[in-house]
């Protein structure tokens, strides 16, 4: 395996006035998971391409180890790429879609099918080898496109969206298999989604992009705890973080329509606080400290049942909070008072989007 590395890597289309990756810099450390999350259109595709040698930087430089790979084209990168579509060949079998690429490389017979063997097996797919991709499942085809890939042992895998096309129980399945499966190669590996779950809970770090730019490069529980730019902070979290617009003066922070307003120690700054659902709570504890907590009274207007929690929206003067609880009784246009720990709340400076709290 080998390392992946960025630096100030631009990429435009239609002559130069669609900026789709825009100075990126990022290092993908050898034998690491590392996913690029972020909505339809910022650029995670562009980047995975810009790696694969499908797409060509307008400046900048990509280094695969140690080798500047700019010139190189996508088959002298010594990469595996899964697509969302897995791009099996359907008059092809199974055994046939697993073992072109290595039969391309003139590897013999005997050695092919004991690779090819090897991977089904570790896949659970050694009984399809005879069949058409046609006659697969959704997740039995996106093991074979996996097969293609591991059975290369190339020097870095990229993978864009393969969970998208499967149903929600079997990418809950396929997250876990993925992930055991990648640390057991101990491969490189760049994932790109835009699905939270899947950045959060498979990768050793996740890349938020926001229009051709990163925003924060993190571990998952840095990214949800700490995130460094309002973008992260209302793009990471389901459901999304509050945002309460408002000032911070004299040491307290007012909000736009004066309903919350609280002491802080910092800087007169035009601001965004954050508070996540979950940080919210509508029960009132004995014996809570306002010099501890934020406290505030609001009215539940609304009820959504979440499984085993809710999610209450809480009006407190003009502004609707979301929080979870996991009871709601009949609290609909009760008023309720709500609490949060002052360590939970975050704030971003609203000129830059960036992160003012520790």
């Known amino acids: 395996m080998a390392k992946v590395s960025f630096e100030g890597v631009t990429k435009t289309f239609i002559d130069g006035t669609l900026v789709a990756v825009n100075n990126a810099t990022l290092v993908i450390p050898d034998g690491k998971f590392i996913t690029i999350l972020g909505p339809s259109g910022c650029g995670k595709s562009?980047?995975?391409r810009l790696a694969a040698g499908l797409?060509?930087?307008?400046?900048?430089?990509?280094?695969?180890?140690?080798?500047?790979?700019?010139?190189?084209?996508?088959?002298?990168?010594?990469?595996?790429?899964?697509?969302?579509?897995?791009?099996?060949?359907?008059?092809?079998?199974?055994?046939?879609?697993?073992?072109?690429?290595?039969?391309?490389?003139?590897?013999?017979?005997?050695?092919?099918?004991?690779?090819?063997?090897?991977?089904?097996?570790?896949?659970?797919i050694e009984e399809t080898l005879k069949r058409y991709p046609a006659q697969l499942s959704g997740g039995q085809q996106?093991?074979?496109?996996l097969a293609r890939a591991i059975v290369r042992n190339p020097a870095v895998f990229l993978l864009d969206e393969p969970l998208s096309n499967l149903d929600a129980a079997l990418r809950e399945t396929m997250r876990a298999e993925l992930k055991n499966l990648f640390k057991m190669l101990n491969a490189t590996v760049m994932y790109v989604t835009h699905d939270q779950i899947e950045a959060l809970s498979m990768s050793d770090t996740v890349v938020i992009m926001d229009k051709g730019l990163i925003r924060q490069i993190d571990p998952p529980a840095v990214i949800y705890e700490k995130p460094a730019h309002i973008f992260v902070a209302e793009f990471v979290g389901s459901p999304r973080m509050n945002i309460i617009k408002g000032k911070i003066?004299?040491?307290?922070?007012?909000?736009?329509?004066?309903?919350?307003?609280?002491?802080?120690?910092?800087?007169?700054?035009?601001?965004?606080?954050?508070?996540?659902?979950?940080?919210?709570?509508?029960?009132?504890?004995?014996?809570?400290?306002?010099?501890?907590?934020?406290?505030?009274?609001?009215?539940?207007?609304a009820i959504e049942l979440l499984?085993?929690?809710?999610?209450?929206?809480?009006?407190?003067?003009?502004?609707?909070?979301?929080?979870?609880?996991?009871?709601?009784?009949?609290?609909?246009?009760?008023?309720?008072?709500?609490?949060?720990?002052?360590?939970?709340?975050h704030f971003f400076e609203e000129q830059t989007g960036l992160r003012l709290t520790g």
């Open 46 to 48: 562009t980047l995975l």
């Open 55 to 124: 797409e060509s930087p307008d400046s900048g430089t990509i280094y695969i180890g140690e080798q500047n790979v700019n010139a190189l084209s996508p088959r002298q990168r010594d990469i595996a790429m899964v697509f969302q579509n897995y791009a099996l060949y359907p008059h092809m079998t199974i055994q046939q879609n697993i073992s072109i690429g290595l039969k391309l490389r003139g590897i013999k017979s005997e050695e092919i099918d004991q690779q090819v063997n090897k991977v089904t097996s570790q896949l659970s």
């Open 142 to 145: 996106q093991r074979v496109a």
């Open 249 to 301: 003066e004299n040491d307290t922070f007012t909000s736009l329509d004066t309903s919350i307003t609280f002491p802080i120690a910092c800087s007169n700054k035009q601001v965004f606080l954050g508070i996540r659902p979950e940080s919210l709570s509508a029960i009132k504890i004995s014996g809570t400290s306002p010099d501890k907590h934020l406290l505030l009274t609001g009215t539940v207007t």
């Open 307 to 345: 499984g085993s929690q809710y999610l209450l929206t809480v009006t407190v003067g003009n502004t609707a909070l979301r929080v979870i609880t996991p009871q709601a009784d009949t609290l609909i246009q009760k008023t309720v008072t709500l609490f949060c720990d002052y360590r939970h709340l």
